[in-house]
């Protein structure tokens, strides 16, 4: 059963960045067209609506008060600032720049769960981490323009770090909060939260917008973005997040390159070569390896002694 749990929780945390990777290419084409604060609004107020109307034919559930306060917090650490200073950064850097801080995520996750969930910092991880960033980091120096510039490329390249550690909060300090409720209880709060927070900022960019004058193809864009790059992605990493550890669930991000490249190929805006094949076997060669680290409970369980130390180094 553990690993009927476990092969769901890959099989939706690679759902979710395989879309997070076809986001790239079409939220591109809709932040030429609109700001990103109206963009970030868009996904944040229209996830929101979804899964509020979904709850609506979902069994109820009754969510304690002290979770709530939770809940806002979470919302804050896992799409805010993760979302919110993501969009910034990537305002003020170079596209590459964004990419190269995101293969940061692992690492700071690792490092997170390890003072937080007491999980081991073990050789293998460290190795996964390692094998994958160097994978994706080959992908993106291939896939993009070197000479791309931003207007402040130190303080944009800082809002992206910090979206990433945002997010390794997120996924660490709040996995048991995660895990109590059904993904769709949780979304509808975390996107409400993010909504409320997030609105007295974008909402002059907003109203300035002409809805009625939006084309339809970048109706159907915004589409992708809200209910696919938002909305589905958020329910399958939670299925993922219930399943698997927090630096397993972050060492998906590097599979999000791999896609751009394949749609890269399949648009002709580049080729396949070997020099990519080796680049997306060692992303899945450094996931595999990072999956094959022994967590606490097991180190605790096979050793029969003492819990192993906050971010001490482990064999395995």
Request: hydrophobic fraction near 50%; aromatic fraction near 12%; glycine fraction near 8%.
């Amino acid at each position: 059963m553990s690993n009927d749990k476990s092969l769901k929780g890959h099989a939706a945390i690679l759902a979710a960045n395989v879309m997070w990777g076809l986001n790239a290419p079409i939220g591109k084409a809709v932040l030429n067209e609109f700001s990103a604060l109206s963009v970030t609004t868009f996904r944040m107020v229209g996830a929101a609506a979804a899964f509020w109307i979904l709850s609506i034919f979902m069994p109820k559930e009754h969510v304690d008060h002290k979770d709530m306060l939770r809940l806002f917090f979470a919302a804050l650490f896992g799409i805010v600032l993760n979302q919110g200073m993501f969009v910034f950064g990537l305002s003020l850097t170079s596209p590459i720049d964004a990419s190269i801080v995101t293969t940061t995520s692992p690492i700071i996750t690792m490092i997170v769960a390890a003072i937080y969930l007491k999980e081991p910092v073990t050789n293998k991880k460290i190795v996964g981490i390692f094998i994958g960033a160097m994978g994706a980091l080959t992908l993106i120096l291939s896939n993009q323009n070197v000479n791309s510039g931003g207007s402040n490329n130190i303080l944009g390249d800082l809002f992206c770090l910090i979206a990433q550690f945002s997010f390794a909060i997120y996924l660490t300090v709040f996995k048991d909060l995660i895990g109590k409720y059904s993904p769709v209880t949780i979304s509808k709060w975390l996107f409400i939260y993010a909504s409320v927070c997030f609105i007295p900022f974008s909402y002059r960019d907003v109203t300035a917008i002409d809805f009625m004058a939006i084309p339809t193809d970048m109706l159907l864009q915004i589409g992708y973005v809200v209910l696919g790059a938002t909305f589905l992605t958020y329910i399958f990493l939670m299925i993922g997040q219930r399943a698997l550890r927090p630096t397993i669930v972050s060492m998906y991000n590097y599979v999000q390159p791999i896609v751009a490249s394949i749609v890269a190929v399949i648009m002709g805006m580049d080729t396949f070569g070997i020099k990519k094949g080796i680049a997306i076997g060692l992303v899945f060669l450094g996931v595999y390896i990072v999956t094959q680290s022994k967590s606490k409970a097991q180190l605790d369980g096979n050793g029969g002694g003492e819990p192993p130390q906050s971010g001490s180094m482990q064999k395995d």
